[in-house]
């Protein structure tokens, strides 16, 4: 009996009397078409949706078959649960035509009361194998005589019948609409530019109905794929001309172009659409082009409403925070601190008081083994919070060390000029750390670069500051050197931010430049934030050739005017000084990779990681300002796997594999700006976010690299064009 009914419906679909595609044009437009979001986002995962006053029934399957109301050929219509498949939640269902023997079946859903307008969102997805369906889903309207079926090449009576199908492509077309209605035209061949069917993805499809009015010809459809609108056609639109059973828009058959006079879908105001149709028919004349006798179809999340209802939208409460790395573990023993230009080298782990390597300590500065880069040891600068204050809320201090031509400190026995200073550390705003209300600001002070004269007077100072909502890093100067054209020079503020996604709570490689040059406006600053140039000021007027006193001191500084609002701590590592670029911490070729802490302590421990490696190079721009973004280029070079639980990784060939330009390799190539990205899997089984690619480090040199070999790592900018 049920054969017998798939039988006579297949009679029904075959007939080609009234078909009506969208044409290239529509292709076009749909690839600039902005994802429109409709009420779907307002529930994230579809979650409550249903229970939106415009949404008539939602079905994501996770009960079933349970709402539904009608089927064609039930045995082939089934619920999966396998999680490689489901769209969402835990269900989805599939349904198969098997080749020989039938041609798929249907699960439908009634409207009783039928509407006048209805959207209808659902996610499909085609199995690899699958060549292709001759109708596929469907809405529309059926009076209570008229019985589907046995009408086969006719044109519906306008108070009987009219209904819609969305068809996907096949490899020689697009997504095109299929419609029946009681003006409908004749058929002939599609001339669409294809978009081809695509397989093994979910697609989000949409589309529309709108009736008439009685007696009027002002009916619409429309339809939207992945929420990106790929017609609509309405009285005055689309333009084009009809050839037989099409609507053509573009080509040579669009001979007479007018605008699209609108549906008369309906002859009887009581016929409403009342019917929607999860449809897979594949006939024989379609499934014998296939390479299998299988063809499979998948839907879930389907909801029918009577305004867009557009994509879903993550469901963030459920999907795991996106990781980030902590740090990438330095060698023991940094060989940057070997090179003829370092002349000051603290990594923490041998000092004793901060006082035998710095000249000016303030605040709440020590040296701590909670957190840190290298070794064993870092820099804890802990907050008081402002209530607990006595006298100047904000003052935390600085940790100062001077060098040079400085006339601050008899320690200084070498009192050369230094025209050119590099000075790199790494600094970590613990996990959580609170911003200053009611802005949101973070501490403005971090380090500063000098030269003092005599009495404690600077005569210049480049500021490294944190300012903005977005606490993005500022330079500022200040001079008082007596050729300047004005003694505050004009703020450079870089686009890179503390408070952009993922900069807190994780080392940060932090490095500024200054470079004087000769008589006024000839000055260089630079700064570096992750292995990334972010400021490059050439011509400046800091110096303006005073030289009787030279660069001669590097402040780190958490001053905080207001206060902090917690007991809070930042972190420092890793400070070294320099006369030449420096660079991220130096790592072996297989490094050592530390995962963060999540940001939530509440959140899931993660079932597992996945960690990309790769090699960075940053692109110089001719034109340097300060609203631009670095450009980076990664390219993949190793892919690893953390199934084990733990927080850490090497990057090896056992952990994962060396991929592109490594491909075959056991380790990393020497001397290269490399980037981390992650992402985490949650017990639920849902993936995080990618990170974006963060935590620079630098491989180290080959064993055998001579002096003039060990230069600044391959892809560390050390300039712009300019
Ligand atoms: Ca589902
Ligand atoms: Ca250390």
Same mark, same amino acid.
């Given at each position: 009996?049920?054969?017998?009914?798939?039988?006579?419906?297949?009679?029904?679909?075959?007939?080609?009397?009234?078909?009506?595609?969208?044409?290239?044009?529509?292709?076009? +437009?749909?690839?600039?078409?902005?994802?429109?979001?409709?009420?779907?986002?307002?529930?994230?995962?579809?979650?409550?949706i249903e229970s939106d006053p415009v949404v008539i029934f939602a079905s994501g399957f996770?009960?079933?078959?349970?709402?539904?109301?009608?089927?064609?050929?039930?045995?082939?219509?089934?619920?999966?649960?396998?999680?490689?498949?489901?769209? +969402?939640?835990?269900?989805?269902?599939?349904?198969?035509?098997?080749?020989?023997? !039938?041609?798929?079946g249907d699960v439908g859903y009634n409207l009783a009361a039928g509407v006048n307008q209805l959207y209808m969102r659902f996610y499909c997805r085609f199995h690899k194998d699958t060549v292709g369906v001759h109708h596929f889903v469907n809405m529309g309207g059926n009076s209570k005589d008229y019985s589907p079926g046995g009408h086969a090449g006719q044109r519906p009576q306008g108070d009987k019948h009219f209904g819609t199908t969305i068809e996907p492509p096949n490899d020689k077309s697009s997504w095109f609409f299929y419609t029946y209605w009681h003006q409908m035209h004749s058929w002939e061949n599609p001339?669409?530019?294809?978009?081809? &069917?695509?397989?093994?993805?979910?697609?989000?499809?949409?589309f529309m109905t709108k009736l008439n009015a009685f007696g009027k010809s002002d009916g619409e459809q429309a339809?939207?794929?992945?929420?990106?609108?790929?017609?609509?056609?309405?009285? *005055?639109?689309?333009?084009?001309?009809?050839?037989? !059973?099409?609507?053509?828009?573009? *080509?040579? &058959?669009?001979?007479?172009?007018?605008?699209?006079?609108?549906?008369?879908?309906?002859? !009887?105001a009581e016929l409403k659409i009342n019917y929607v149709n999860l449809q897979w028919y594949v006939s024989e004349q379609i499934a014998k082009e296939g390479q299998t !006798?299988?063809?499979?179809?998948? /839907?879930?999340?389907?909801? &029918?409403?009577?305004?867009?209802?557009?994509?879903?939208?993550?469901?963030?409460?459920?999907?795991?925070?996106?990781?980030k790395v902590d740090f990438v573990r330095p060698l023991e023993e940094d060989p940057i601190k070997q090179l003829p230009d370092v002349f000051f080298f603290e990594d923490l782990e041998t000092i004793g008081e901060l006082k035998e390597s710095f000249h000016n300590i303030g605040g709440n500065f020590r040296v701590t083994g909670k957190d840190v880069v290298s070794g064993q040891k870092a820099l804890q600068m802990t907050y008081i919070p402002k209530e607990q204050m006595t006298g100047d809320?904000?003052?935390? *201090?600085?940790?100062?060390?001077?060098?040079?031509?400085?006339? &601050?400190?008899?320690?200084?026995?070498n009192k050369k000029p230094y025209n050119k200073v590099y000075a790199r550390w790494y600094h970590k705003f613990e996990e959580g750390f609170k911003t200053q209300q009611p802005r949101g600001?973070?501490?403005?002070?971090?380090?500063?670069?000098?030269?003092?004269?005599?009495?404690?007077?600077?005569?210049?100072?480049?500021? /490294?500051?944190i300012e903005g909502e977005d606490g993005h890093i500022a330079i500022e100067r200040h001079t008082k050197a007596p050729n300047v054209h004005r003694e505050w020079l004009p703020n450079y503020h870089t686009t890179w931010g503390f408070l952009n996604e993922g900069n807190i709570g994780r080392w940060i490689h932090l490095e500024l430049s200054v470079s004087l040059g000769e008589g006024q406006r000839s000055d260089r600053i630079q700064a570096w934030a992750d292995g990334m140039l972010i400021c490059d000021i050439p011509n400046d007027d800091l110096a303006a050739g005073f030289k009787e006193l030279t660069l001669n001191a590097m402040q780190w500084d958490c001053y905080w005017n207001g206060g902090s609002p917690a007991s809070q701590s930042r972190f420092y590592d890793d400070l070294v000084l320099s006369t030449e670029p420096i660079g991220p911490v130096r790592t072996p070729l297989s490094p050592v990779i530390v995962k963060a802490e999540p940001a939530n302590p509440e959140d899931p421990k993660q079932q597992q990681w996945e960690v990309e490696v790769a090699q960075s190079r940053q692109v110089p721009v001719s034109l340097v300002d300060n609203v631009r973004t670095p450009e980076m280029e990664h390219t993949t070079v190793w892919k690893g796997l953390v199934e084990d639980g733990g927080n850490t990784v090497e990057v090896n060939s056992d952990n994962g594999k060396?991929?592109?330009?490594?491909?075959?390799?056991?380790?990393?190539?020497?001397?290269?700006?490399?980037?981390?990205?992650?992402r985490q899997k949650s017990n639920a089984g849902l993936w995080s976010d990618w990170s974006k690619w963060h935590s620079a480090f630098a491989t180290t040199w080959l064993q055998n690299a001579t002096k003039q070999d060990k230069i600044p790592p391959v892809g560390f900018l050390l300039k712009h064009n300019k």
């Open positions: 009996m049920k054969q017998q009914q798939a039988k006579r419906f297949l009679t029904v679909s075959s007939c080609i009397l009234l078909c009506w595609l969208t044409l290239p044009v529509v292709v076009f +437009s749909s690839e600039q078409a902005e994802v429109e979001q409709g009420l779907a986002a307002k529930y994230p995962g579809d979650k409550g996770e009960d079933g078959f349970e709402k539904w109301t009608r089927f064609r050929n039930r045995p082939v219509v089934k619920i999966v649960s396998d999680e490689a498949i489901v769209h +969402s939640g835990s269900a989805s269902a599939e349904i198969t035509a098997t080749r020989g023997k !039938d041609s798929g001339d669409g530019r294809p978009s081809g &069917l695509i397989r093994e993805q979910w697609i989000c499809v949409e339809f939207w794929i992945n929420g990106k609108k790929m017609g609509h056609w309405r009285p *005055g639109e689309p333009v084009g001309t009809w050839m037989r !059973d099409m609507f053509r828009t573009s *080509g040579q &058959l669009n001979t007479d172009p007018k605008p699209f006079e609108g549906f008369n879908w309906r002859t !009887d !006798d299988k063809n499979i179809v998948y /839907f879930d999340d389907v909801v &029918l409403a009577t305004e867009y209802i557009g994509t879903m939208v993550d469901d963030v409460s459920t999907k795991p925070e996106t990781p809320p904000g003052s935390a *201090g600085y940790l100062g060390y001077f060098f040079g031509d400085n006339p &601050l400190t008899g320690r200084i026995k600001t973070l501490p403005p002070k971090m380090a500063r670069m000098r030269c003092y004269g005599p009495d404690w007077e600077a005569v210049y100072t480049v500021l /490294f500051w060396f991929v592109g330009p490594r491909q075959g390799r056991v380790e990393l190539a020497p001397n290269m700006l490399h980037s981390v990205r992650l």
